[in-house]
Each structure stands twice: as C-alpha cells, then as structure tokens.
C-alpha cells in the first residue's frame, strides 16, 4: 500500500469509528465538554496544580520532579535510571520531546520500546508518523524485514500474525529483565496523584508493573484536578483515537503496596518498589500565559486532527521535522510551543476539518495563524 | 519540508504583495479592463449603494496559479530585482478562462438583479479584498491595507457589499473582528432563492464558506433547493474529513498545492465524476485533475 492509500483508509476508518463510538457511547461528548473545562482550570493555575500534584504523589510515597526544560529532564531521569540498566519504554512522545530514549542509550543502557508500533520504528531507526499509530507509514514487508535482524524466523513471507507474534517474544524477555519501565501519562490527577494511561497492546501494564522501578514522564498540560477527570481524559482519548472500549486502562498511584497483614501498609508489594512522577515545562507555563497559543495545551494527543488535515495527508512525517514527535495540525503548535520552530505553520492551508474534529474544541487554524504571523516577522 | 526555501519565499510574497496591494489594489498586475468587461453589455450600472464585489477572483483564479510559478525564481534574486522584475511581468489570463469568469459573473447578476435592479459594480476600479495577506499570517499588513479598502468603498459611496467567493466573504468577515470594517457585506449564496438548477455532483466545499463562515448546512440546502442532487459521504464530504483544494498553500510550495489537489480530486471521485465547487480558487487548483464546475455555472 502507497501512503496515500494508507491515510485515505485510516482516515476513513477513523471518521466512521468515531462516529460509531459517539452513537453507542453518548456521554463521551459530555465527558469531553467537561474536561474542557477542568484542563482550562488547570492552564489557569498551573503553579497550584503542580504544586498539588507534587504533594499527592510525594504523599503516596511516589517521588516527583519538576523540569524546567529537555535538559534538566534529561539528567533527572539519568540520575535515576544510572548505567547498565535495561529500561523499557511505553510509547511516549513526551521522551521523543526530550530525546531521552537516545540519552539513556548514551548512558549505556540498554532500551527498548514497547509498544509494537513504536518497537518497529525504533529497530528501523525511523521517526514516529502519527502521534497514535507512530508505524503507520510501515508496510508488513518493511517490519517483517526489520523483525527478521532480531529473530531471523521472520521472513517476507511471514504474516503479520507471526511477526507480531516474535515481537511479543522478543520483547517478553526484556520485560523481564527490565530495571526501569519508563511510560507517559495520558493524564494525571492532582487530588490523588495518580496516573491515568490507556493502551490495548498490555505492554503499559507490563512496563509498569514488571520492572522495580517505574518512571512517569509527561508534560504539565497533562495535570487534571481530580481522578475523575483523568478517566475522562483517558476515555475520551481512547474514543476520538478511534479504538473505544479501550482493552486496558492503567492507574498507578505511587509504588505497589498492601496492608493485609495487621493492616499496617508496607510497600513494595508484588509491583515496583519505586514510582517517580517527572513533570516537564519545556515551554507549556510560557504558552498558559498567551492568550494566543493556551488553547493549545488543551490537546489529549488523540491524533484525530492529522486525518483531516490535507497537508499531513499528503506529506506525512515529512512535514513538522524530526525535533518534533508531534505532526499534523496539533504537531505545528506543538512543535512551535515545544521547539520554537515556527515554519512547518507556512504549510496550514487552514481547511479547517482540525477544529472540527478537535474533542476539546481548540481552535487549531486561528493558532496556527498566530504562529504564522510570528514566522513572517522573524 | 524545506525550511529555507520557505523562509526566503515568504519573505519575497509579503514584501510584493503588500507594495503591490497599498500601491494598485491588486497582488499582481491584471488587465483590470478585460477583467471587467463581463459587465458592460449588461449596462451594470456603475458604483451605487449597493455593489457586487468580485475582488477580481474569478478573473484571476487561474493566475495565482501562473505567479506561484514564479515565485522560487524571485527567490534567486536581490530584494530590489525581484519588486521590479515583478511589476514587470503581466501574465495575461487565457481568452476561455476570461470568458468563463465572465459568464459566472454575468449569471450571478442576472440572478441577484431580481432582487435588486440597482445593484452597481466598480469595474475597473474595483479593489482585490486582501485575503491573501490574511491567509498568509501578515496580519499587520492586511489590518492597514482593511483600512485603506475601507475607506476607499466609503468614498465610493458603498453602503452595502455582495460577494461571489469565499476568500473575499471570509476577508471582510476578519477585518470585521480585526479593524470593524463596517459597511455591511453578504455571499451571493446567502441572497439567491428561487433559483433552477440540474445536474447530479460531488460537492467539494469551500473551507471557508464551510469551515469558517459556518455556512456548510446552508449551502447544501441552497444548492439542493436549485434541483442539483448532491451525493454525499461523510468520509469525503463531512465537515471534518472533507479537505481543502490545495490553492492556499501555492505561494509558498505549488508542488504540494497540486499533490493535494490531485488527492482531494480523486477523493470526491470516488463518490461522483462532476464535482461541483463554489470557489475560483478550488475550480483552479481541481479542474486539472477531474471535471469540474461552478455553482454559479448550473443554476440560473
């Protein structure tokens, strides 16, 4: 399949999935309006939420960070993580934001990705194409190729049914010997300091529950005020994806514990030992405080605005560059707000579908407008 | 993409566009005669309180097309050489797309005079709206060139303005929210009722009309109103799945803009072979690429 057949296909199918999913599950567009609302609180009063994140975390014997920049995370996580461990990876675009898969390779440890379609971009040393599905430009050809230089059972004949089935092999046995399982968050609750992820692959209940040690990284546009809104930001992810009842929904509040003897709480239990939270600005506080550009950290990163976006289908991971794993439409903020590159916005053509299609409503084409205006006077 | 290229490319446009547009009105040099000349033998009176207001669109659509050609060879030129080689060069629009344009524009005022039999037009002397300078994110520019147009409608004497494409509709909506640019203005689709029309088509949106100047339900049932059967799919031609035509982001890479014009043309094929559109630019950039007409073009 040409790429062009690919994202007319996905698009499509998104389009219809939604669509699906919002007549049989109504009260997702309600569960959308009101994170709406609670995000736009939380843009409002990051100091507070921040602070009250660090606190419930700390509270439940998790330990949390705060990063000014790509930097400083960096080397908060290096510091953790140290040498000549093995660290699995759940998808997260927050460490492609601050390259630390590659830093804590340079570290000497050994990493890997988890998620299948971030595995094979990985191992093709590739770049992630679309926030959700990072292999979609893949065909089965290509990762029956790259999967036969680590299991060589794998051949162009295979099916897509064995070569996903090697995968699980292989990586099973790095679950197992995994120090570290690094993962995003999909939202975080400030009230219980709990974090929210949703998946169907299993490889995030594997990556936080295996290894000894588990490390949240995620941007502070991911704070939400209470638990109850970080089910909705994971439910409402899950359904604008286009994959809705999500397979596995994970909460981790702090390190695994029990109480079952004398009711005393001792920690850890079966789990990890170890849960560290480190949150990351890297631009986010500067765009809370422009009216122009905090819409844009309303985004729950469902990639529904690439499909309907002319320019993304037509050049793909090509448009918004490799300092960036975010593309599409959502991608040209983000990479601007994260990156302050302001360019790939000369190629919004404004059609528009972006803001329609947007859950949290963001108006994605007058912010892109905004960012191209910044562009003409540089 | 290319970010040098880019960088260097929109530099060049802003800087002629707005010389260009505070010095003639227009972005490039056109024949403003032969582009007016549709209304002469419909003896169109000229100005009046009320004013049709093509802004040139129709009888450029294909042009922009021509000067985006252009625009990477200024970029090999200093910035004194590229205004003047610029100013000189007068693409001539082709007699059939002249004809064409007229043809649209005569239709619509045949149909808008039923309503109003003063309604004037500029001709020559009529403006362009802008909107490229607004499309392109020179809002500064397009604020002040917002005021000089106003302004020149007031001496005019235009109390009231009807559009016939959407960037034009959509570039005095902004300078409406941006400078309270206020003599009162409507798209020709929003006016017409009443009126015939044949034909079975795919729709290809405006995305202005559509997306920003939420007339997507409207203009579906003006044009279903006519006769015109439309087929829709909500994959190709729902308000968020349906995309742009490619046009607008031919001043800064018009291999893209045709990519994408190719891809949205086959789209809506896949549901009809006549697609029908309510945008010159969205004619221009489609029409290589499948069959395609204009509203205006199948209703009287």
């Given at each position: 399949m040409t790429w062009s057949d690919v994202i007319t296909k996905v698009s499509a199918d998104n389009q219809r999935e939604v669509d699906r999913v919002l007549e049989n599950f109504p009260y997702i567009v309600d569960m959308a309006n009101h994170l709406r609302e609670q995000k736009l609180e939380v843009i409002g009063n990051f100091d507070k939420y921040i602070r009250k994140t660090m606190e419930s975390v700390e509270r439940v014997r998790g330990h949390a960070y705060m990063a000014k920049n790509k930097e400083e995370a960096r080397r908060i996580v290096g510091e953790i993580v140290g040498e000549k461990k093995t660290v699995v990876f759940a998808k997260t675009n927050v460490a492609y934001e601050i390259g630390l898969?590659?830093?804590?390779?340079?570290?000497?440890?050994?990493?890997?990705?988890?998620?299948?379609?971030?595995?094979?971009?990985?191992?093709?040393?590739?770049?992630?194409?679309?926030?959700?599905?990072?292999?979609?430009?893949?065909?089965?050809?290509?990762?029956?190729?790259?999967?036969?230089?680590?299991?060589?059972?794998?051949?162009?004949?295979?099916?897509?049914?064995?070569?996903?089935?090697?995968?699980?092999?292989?990586?099973?046995?790095?679950?197992?010997?995994?120090?570290?399982?690094?993962?995003?968050?999909?939202?975080?609750?400030?009230?219980?300091?709990?974090?929210?992820?949703?998946?169907?692959?299993?490889?995030?209940?594997?990556?936080?529950?295996?290894?000894?040690?588990?490390?949240?990284?995620?941007?502070?546009?991911?704070?939400?005020?209470?638990?109850?809104?970080?089910?909705?930001?994971?439910?409402?992810?899950?359904?604008?994806?286009?994959?809705?009842?999500?397979?596995?929904?994970?909460?981790?509040?702090?390190?695994?514990?029990?109480?079952?003897?004398?009711?005393?709480?001792?920690?850890?239990?079966?789990?990890?030992?170890?849960?560290?939270?480190?949150?990351?600005?890297?631009?986010?506080?500067?765009?809370?405080?422009?009216?122009?550009?905090?819409?844009?950290?309303?985004?729950?990163?469902?990639?529904?605005?690439?499909?309907?976006?002319?320019?993304?289908?037509?050049?793909?991971?090509?448009?918004?560059?490799?300092?960036?794993?975010?593309?599409g439409p959502?991608?040209?903020?983000?990479?601007?707000?994260?990156?302050?590159?302001?360019?790939?916005?000369?190629?919004?053509?404004?059609?528009?579908?972006?803001?329609?299609?947007?859950?949290?409503?963001?108006?994605?084409?007058?912010?892109?407008?905004?960012?191209?205006?910044?562009?003409?006077?540089? | 993409m290319n970010e040098e290229n880019i960088k260097k490319q929109v530099g060049i446009i802003k800087s002629v566009l707005y010389k260009n547009l505070m010095e003639n009105y227009v972005p490039f040099q056109i024949d403003r005669d032969i582009a007016s000349r549709w209304a002469k033998p419909l003896n169109v009176p000229r100005g009046g309180k009320t004013i049709l207001y093509t802004s040139f669109m129709y009888q450029m659509g294909s042009l922009f097309k021509s000067y985006e050609k252009y625009i990477p060879t200024f970029g090999s030129l200093g910035s004194s050489r590229i205004i003047s080689s610029i100013g000189s060069k007068l693409i001539r629009a082709k007699s059939e797309d002249i004809q064409r344009a007229g043809k649209i524009l005569s239709n619509i005022y045949n149909i808008l005079?039923?309503?109003?039999?003063?309604?004037?037009?500029?001709?020559?002397?009529?403006?362009?709206?802008?909107?490229?300078?607004?499309?392109?994110?020179?809002?500064?520019?397009?604020?002040?060139?917002?005021?000089?147009?106003?302004?020149?409608?007031?001496?005019?004497?235009?109390?009231?303005?009807?559009?016939?494409?959407?960037?034009?509709?959509?570039?005095?909506?902004?300078?409406?929210?941006?400078?309270?640019?206020?003599?009162?203005?409507?798209?020709?689709?929003?006016?017409?009722?009443?009126?015939?029309?044949?034909?079975?088509?795919?729709?290809?949106?405006?995305?202005?009309?559509?997306?920003?100047?939420?007339?997507?339900?409207?203009?579906?049932?003006t044009i279903k109103n006519t006769g015109v059967v439309l087929v829709e799919d909500p994959t190709v031609t729902g308000i968020g799945n349906g995309f742009c035509c490619g046009a607008p982001v031919g001043p800064v890479d018009s291999r893209l803009s045709d990519r994408i014009a190719q891809s949205r043309a086959d789209n809506l094929k896949t549901l009809n072979e006549n697609i029908l559109v309510a945008c010159p630019l969205c004619y221009a950039n489609l029409s290589p690429f499948g069959h395609v007409v204009d509203i205006a073009e199948v209703i009287s």
């Open positions: 898969r590659d830093y804590l390779k340079n570290m000497n440890n050994e990493v890997w990705e988890t998620d299948l379609g971030e595995f094979l971009v990985q191992i093709t040393k590739g770049w992630p194409t679309h926030i959700v599905e990072p292999a979609l430009d893949l065909t089965a050809l290509e990762a029956a190729k790259a999967v036969h230089e680590l299991d060589h059972s794998i051949n162009e004949k295979s099916s897509i049914d064995e070569i996903v089935a090697a995968v699980r092999k292989f990586l099973m046995s790095k679950y197992i010997k995994a120090d570290f399982g690094i993962t995003g968050a999909n939202a975080v609750a400030a009230d219980s300091g709990s974090v929210a992820l949703v998946e169907n692959e299993g490889n995030i209940r594997m990556d936080t529950v295996l290894p000894q040690n588990h490390i949240a990284i995620t941007g502070i546009d991911k704070i939400v005020p209470t638990m109850r809104d970080a089910m909705d930001e994971v439910m409402v992810q899950a359904a604008y994806a286009g994959i809705f009842p999500p397979t596995y929904v994970n909460v981790t509040t702090g390190p695994s514990s029990t109480a079952d003897i004398e009711m005393k709480r001792v920690s850890p239990a079966t789990g990890p030992k170890n849960f560290n939270l480190v949150l990351i600005d890297d631009g986010r506080m500067e765009a809370s405080q422009n009216e122009e550009m905090k819409e844009a950290l309303l985004c729950i990163k469902c990639g529904r605005c690439y499909f309907s976006c002319p320019v993304y289908r037509i050049m793909g991971k090509e448009w918004v560059n490799t300092r960036s794993p975010y593309n959502t991608g040209v903020m983000w990479n601007y707000l994260t990156n302050k590159d302001p360019w790939p916005a000369e190629y919004c053509m404004h059609s528009g579908g972006c803001r329609e299609v947007c859950p949290m409503k963001i108006n994605i084409p007058e912010i892109i407008k905004n960012i191209k205006f910044i562009a003409s006077n540089l | 005079r039923r309503y109003d039999p003063d309604l004037g037009y500029l001709y020559e002397d009529e403006p362009y709206s802008g909107a490229l300078l607004y499309e392109m994110g020179f809002l500064e520019e397009f604020n002040n060139y917002g005021r000089k147009l106003m302004e020149f409608f007031k001496k005019k004497g235009v109390e009231r303005i009807i559009t016939v494409d959407p960037h034009t509709t959509n570039s005095l909506n902004n300078m409406k929210k941006s400078i309270g640019f206020s003599i009162p203005f409507v798209s020709y689709l929003n006016v017409i009722q009443d009126v015939r029309g044949e034909g079975k088509f795919v729709f290809h949106d405006s995305c202005l009309y559509s997306r920003f100047l939420g007339m997507y339900n409207d203009i579906r049932a």
